[in-house]
Each structure stands twice: as structure tokens, then as C-alpha cells.
């Protein structure tokens, strides 16, 4: 291989020697460094061999002088591809415009990349950034990576941390969400506990303050449960940090609607494709019918994005798979109606609070002719102790007035 490689730089040639003195001829170019191979015999008069370019024309004089004929056969290789396009103006400037177009391109952003997303849907922030100027086929120069960070933070407050970095014609976006803070009170704040959930209160442990609530007593969301304001023996207030361990049943009443139709969705095997070019944001399609080629179907798409010497062009080849699919109307099953229910309307409760436990549920569903409507109630124990932060308001003690 690199050797053929070699002879191609330099150029090589393939000719016919007819003479009855061919053996004279190969003497003679061996004695005079002339290279050749692939020797071979057609008849006993004509040697088909091959031989660089360059000892071609060496051997042309050496042919006459041993009463044999030259014949060219073929010719290839740089020297002869050089020959072929030098003259040819509009070629060379093809290639010039050409380099000139894909050194232009590596000054526009082609491909912005979302990174560190998880609430925030992608689609969201690259609406941000369209309106900061980062997108596809903007200009490089003109983005300022700290103005566009500012800018993001400000318009998405949940992002606690963006970074952008620009490499070659992809803009990269690293972002980092902000966490949730729960409600904490500081260390040494004066506060009350409040009841964050209605309920029968169970257990009750108050550590600090004064309880405003008994065992067994129902309480509703927002009620003061433990209050940081204690009154001493003497009418003296005093305020504390409150610090309670309280427990309460819980209950959730959810009414859940569902068909008593179902479709059921099975793939026929029946395919259909259509190709499309996108340029920058324009697409181009490459098939004549526009609608879908199955009255229902699932659709895919694939596209794909070449890279020239690194840099992603604007120009981009898209597929789109249409899977024909056959939907089947089924009768749904009202005991798989009933377990579904229960795991949504307990998923829903249970949502955001991991220590609560069940301790009784009753479950009932109602056929209403076309659907089907489940009633879930649910008992369960959950802490429901909350601390707010109060302001200390000093009193004066009471004083009683001698008669």
C-alpha cells in the first residue's frame, strides 16, 4: 500500500512493449536505473509492464535505439491530475471559496447544548437565550458570555449557577438549579408550632413552650399547636423557641374519573420513510405528499449533522419513520380499575412525605354507564409539627389592686 501510494505521488504509467527484442529493451532500462513491475506477456511479441512517469520518458529514446515500440496504455497518479486541472480557473476557485466558506462557518454558533437541567425544561431556557442572542447561526463575536450568564440568572430565578462556553462552533450551557430550602428557623429565633395538616392528634411530646392542644383533639391546618410565649406563676412572660414531637391521623377523600374504554395499540409491521434536509433553520423536504401515510402511527425521527475538520456545518440530513399501528377498543376490568385508583390516590398523598404511614383505607367505585368513578379514603399518620418564627412582644406583669 505505500508503495502504490508512493508511485501515485510521482506519478505512474502502464505501456505495451511490441518487439521482437523485448528482452534487449528490459536490459537496457535496468542498466540505466529505469524501474519497472507487474511484468507481463500477452503474446510472444507484445510485454505489458508498469513504470513511474518520470522513467517514461527516460525510455522512450532507449526504445529506438533497441527497434521496439512504446505503447501508453494508461497514466495516472498526482503529476497527471495536476496536469488535467491546472488550466481549469473555476475548479481552483471552487476550492478557494470553498475553504473560505468553512473557515467563515467556525465563526457562528451551529449547536447549543443544555447541561444541568432538571425542572427546567430545556425548551425554556433556550428560549432565554434566543432572547440573549445564543442560538444557532449566531455570530461568535457578538456574545458576551458574561452578560448572557447575568442575563440568564436574572430571567430564571431558579438557576442558581450558569456557565457558558463557546468551543469551535458549539455553545455549551452548564447550568445548576437552585435546591429548595425547607422552612428552618434559626437556632436561637422565638417561634410557635402550627399543625401543617388537619388531623386527630396521637402523640403529642412537647420539649419546650407551652401546649395549646391535648391528645385526641382534632386540629386543623394553620391551629397552634405549642406557642413560644409561656407566663410564669408571678404573670412574668417569657418567650422561648418552641419544640414539639406531634403526631395526628390524617385522612384524604380523592374522587377519580376513569373510561371503562381502553384502546389497546399493536404495530401492523407496515413502514413508511420520508427524508428531509434541514438548512440553518429552514427545511427542505424531499418527498411530495405532506400528510401522514398511516391513519395512526408512531413517528420517530433521526437526523444527523456532518462535521467538516471540526465544525458542524448548517446543514443537516433528517428521517422520519412512520410505524404503522392498529388500535383495538378493549373492555377494562374493574378490579385493574380499582388497583389503579388506589396507587394514584395514594401516590398522590404520599407525595413529598416520605415518614407518613397508612393505617387504614376504604375503596369503593361506581359504574356510571361509559366511565367509571372510584372513591378513595385514606387514614394516615404523619408528624405534623411546623415551627414559624414570632416576634417577642414584652408584657408587663399584672398587678392586683388592694382593695
Known amino acids: ?16 512493449i511490441i518487439s521482437a527484442y523485448k528482452e534487449r529493451f528490459l536490459n537496457i532500462c535496468s542498466k540505466n536505473d529505469i524501474f519497472f513491475w507487474n511484468i507481463r506477456l500477452i503474446d510472444d511479441a507484445t510485454l505489458h509492464l508498469k513504470m513511474r512517469l518520470s522513467d517514461y520518458r527516460r525510455a522512450k529514446p532507449l526504445a529506438e535505439k533497441s527497434m521496439c515500440t512504446l505503447r501508453l496504455c494508461s497514466s495516472r497518479g498526482v503529476p497527471v491530475l495536476w496536469k488535467s486541472y491546472k488550466k481549469r480557473y473555476t475548479f481552483w476557485a471552487g476550492i478557494v471559496l470553498l475553504i473560505a466558506m468553512i473557515a467563515s462557518l467556525n465563526t457562528f454558533i451551529w449547536t447549543v447544548e443544555i447541561e444541568g437541567n432538571t425542572d427546567i425544561k ?38 442558581a449557577f450558569v456557565a457558558v462556553n463557546i468551543s469551535g462552533s458549539s455553545a455549551k450551557i ?14 436561637n429565633a422565638i417561634c410557635d408550632i402550627i399543625a401543617n395538616e388537619t388531623g386527630l392528634i396521637t402523640t403529642l411530646n412537647v420539649f419546650n413552650g407551652a401546649s ?14 405549642v406557642s413560644g410565649e409561656i407566663q410564669s406563676a408571678m404573670g412574668e412572660t417569657r418567650f422561648v423557641r418552641s419544640d414539639a414531637q406531634i403526631t395526628a391521623r390524617t385522612w384524604v377523600n380523592e374522587d377519580i ?107 369503593t367505585i361506581n ?22 418564627e414570632i416576634q417577642a412582644i414584652p408584657r408587663a406583669p399584672k398587678i392586683e389592686q388592694e382593695e
Open 1 to 16: 500500500m505505500i508503495k502504490f501510494l508512493l508511485n501515485f505521488a510521482r506519478g505512474m504509467v502502464e505501456v505495451e
Open 122 to 159: 430545556t425548551e425554556t431556557i433556550l428560549a432565554h437565550l434566543d432572547a440573549l442572542g445564543v442560538h444557532k447561526g449566531a455570530l461568535k463575536n457578538s456574545v458576551d458570555v458574561t452578560w448572557v450568564q447575568e442575563g440568564l440568572r436574572l430571567s430564571l430565578k431558579d438557576l
Open 174 to 187: 452548564i447550568v445548576r438549579e437552585q435546591t429548595k430550602i425547607p422552612n428552618i428557623v434559626e437556632k
Open 212 to 225: 395549646l392542644v391535648t391528645v385526641g383533639q382534632i386540629v386543623f391546618k394553620g391551629d397552634r399547636l
Open 257 to 363: 374519573l376513569m373510561p371503562k374504554t381502553a384502546y389497546k395499540k399493536e404495530l401492523t409491521g407496515l413502514i413508511r420513510r420520508r427524508l428531509y434536509v434541514t438548512f440553518f433553520k429552514s427545511r427542505i423536504p424531499l418527498y411530495r405528499n405532506g400528510d401522514r401515510p398511516f391513519p395512526y402511527a408512531d413517528k420517530s425521527l433521526a437526523e444527523y449533522t456532518p462535521v467538516l475538520l471540526g465544525v458542524r456545518l448548517p446543514l443537516s440530513f433528517g428521517m422520519i419513520t412512520y410505524r404503522d399501528a392498529l388500535y383495538t377498543e378493549i373492555d377494562v376490568q374493574a378490579n385493574d380499575v380499582a388497583a389503579y385508583m388506589k396507587k394514584e390516590a395514594a401516590a398522590r398523598f404520599l407525595q413529598g412525605k416520605p415518614d407518613a404511614r397508612q393505617t387504614y383505607e376504604y375503596f
Open 367 to 388: 359504574d356510571f354507564g361509559t366511565y367509571i368513578k372510584a372513591n378513595y379514603q385514606g387514614e394516615y399518620e404523619e408528624e405534623i409539627a411546623c415551627a414559624i
